[in-house]
């Protein structure tokens, strides 16, 4: 039996199947990794590409709180009895880790100060939902408790404009001139990915036990570095020198003749 608010862990073959899934992918985001010949940076959208970025992340919020509250009234109604749900023991991991992520970020001095702050905000957010989106995909059909009529249908409600919210925060990234993707990024993805399938060899529990609780948090912390990777100089020395490239500057003309005597201006 699960906790309230948690969710069904995982069992038998499905267990197996699941370890086995996670191991392999992350095997596949590895390999991705050593193929990467040298880092990349996002193309910077557009204006009107930017206006539309911010109104579906405001809209997905708005989505995902009118979906959360349809579920909240549906659990109210089928479990009148139930007046505490399970507690988070990961949520000060999370606000530590994006605290000092943000931090972090701040001391780039090579960077003009809004654009630090920039991308500080957005690594702050989007940090959690690089451990968000995969691990939801995992609970999301064993959360307990199902709710009546159809379980599926309200899990449905619930986790989709839950996935557009992580996904549009996970777009914002693209609008930091900071962010470029290089090889620590896809290894850090894929040992977070490494540690779910070791989770999951454990049946992927609730975190209330030591073993859940170690491998969530270390995950969670995997995912905080995966996103500073993205914001990391090329070399770590350059680290409080890294910033805007300068722009090429012209060399002056030189007057040079031509053979026929007549002068040709050189750059």
């Known amino acids: ?50 206006v539309l970025m911010f109104c579906l992340w405001i809209i997905s919020g708005i989505a995902f709180l009118a979906g959360f509250g349809v579920y909240a009234r549906q659990f109210v109604h089928d479990y009148p009895n139930i007046t505490s749900v399970v507690s988070d023991p990961i949520l000060p991991v999370t606000l530590l880790a994006a605290a000092a992520l943000f931090g972090v970020i701040m001391t780039r001095t090579g ?37 009546a009529p159809d379980p599926a249908l309200y ?19 693209t609008l930091s001139p900071m962010v470029r993707v290089r090889k620590p990024t896809f290894f850090c993805f894929a040992l977070m990915i490494g540690v779910f ?11 209330q036990s030591a073993l859940p609780i170690t491998l969530n948090v270390v995950s969670k912390i995997l995912a905080f570095i995966t996103a500073l990777t993205l ?37």
């Open 231 to 267: 914001f990391l100089p090329d070399r770590l020395r350059d680290w409080r020198k890294d910033g805007p490239g300068s722009a090429p500057r012209s060399e002056p003309a030189l007057a040079t003749k031509a053979t026929d005597g007549s002068p040709l201006m050189n750059r």
């Open 1 to 50: 039996m699960s906790p309230v608010g948690g969710w069904v862990s995982y069992s038998g073959n499905a267990r197996i199947e699941l370890a086995v899934g996670l191991l392999a992918a992350a095997g596949c985001v590895a390999y991705a990794g050593t193929r990467l010949r040298r880092p990349l940076r996002p193309t910077r959208p557009r204006r009107s590409v930017v």
């Open 197 to 207: 399938g070791i989770w999951a060899l454990s049946g992927f529990g609730y975190p």
């Open 111 to 147: 960077w003009r100060y809004p654009t630090r702050l920039g991308g500080a905000v957005v690594v702050a957010m989007a940090a959690p939902m690089i451990f968000e989106l995969p691990f939801d995909l995992i609970v999301m059909a064993r959360t307990y408790p199902p709710l």
């Open 155 to 173: 899990r449905t409600v619930f986790f989709t404009p839950l996935f557009l919210v992580e996904l549009t925060t996970l777009s914002l990234l």
